[in-house]
Every structure is written in C-alpha cells, then in structure tokens.
C-alpha cells in the first residue's frame, strides 16, 4: 500500500507560479512511475506530467514550457513546477505513483487561477 499527499494548491493570478509537492509512503526508488493529473469541472481526469524511476519525462502539450516535474529521492517527494499560470490550468490536481503495477492517488489538491 502507498500513501501519496499532495501539498501547495491555493490560489494565483495568471502569469504566477505554484510548486505542487507529493510526498509518498513509500521508497520513491521503488515507485517506476511517479506523476501529476488534473480534472477540471466538467471535464475528464487528464495527464499533465510524469516521470521515471530513471527521470525520464513525459508532459501533455498544453504545459509543455511551462511546468516541471523533478523528484528528490531523498526526501521521497515529486514536486511540479508550475510558471505562466493560465486560468485554463484551474483544476483539481492528483498525484500518481505506479507502485508493482497498481496505480495509487492522492486526495488531490485546488488549483485556481484567476485574477
């Protein structure tokens, strides 16, 4: 079992920055695929960033720039980076590990942009 939460959220203007944490109860080195979804109202859960065990990483085009995914593995955390904040990036966002084959989630955390 592995216990992701995520930490961060809250409110920005547009053009702000946000870092999101995701702190894991597990040994990250054993987590392959760690990474950040989000759901807006209305719409479905959509991947915005992952990475490996290995560090590569992936991003969805609309945050492709813009935002960061980085892991400490000393600290067991995924951290995303948020910059150039729109307010189409408002949304509740989850963190994801891939731990033996199961997929895991946090309880999520607020995202909200506007001015």
């Known amino acids: 079992q592995v216990q992701l939460v995520e930490s961060g959220g809250g409110l920005v203007q547009p053009g702000g920055s946000l870092r999101l944490s995701c702190a894991t109860s597990?040994?990250?080195?054993?987590?392959?695929?760690m990474g950040w979804y989000r759901q807006a109202p209305g719409k479905q859960r959509e991947l915005v960033a992952v990475?490996?065990?290995?560090?590569?990483?992936n991003y969805s085009d609309s945050v492709k720039g813009r935002f960061t995914i980085s892991r400490d593995n000393a600290k067991n955390t995924v951290y995303l980076q948020m910059n150039s904040l729109k307010p189409e990036d408002t949304a509740v966002y989850y963190c994801?590990?891939?731990?033996?084959?199961?997929?895991?989630w946090g309880q999520g955390t607020q995202v909200t942009v506007s001015s």
């Open positions: 994801y590990g891939d731990y033996l084959g199961r997929d895991y």
């Open positions: 990475i490996t065990s290995g560090g590569s990483t």
């Open positions: 597990q040994s990250i080195f054993d987590i392959y695929l």
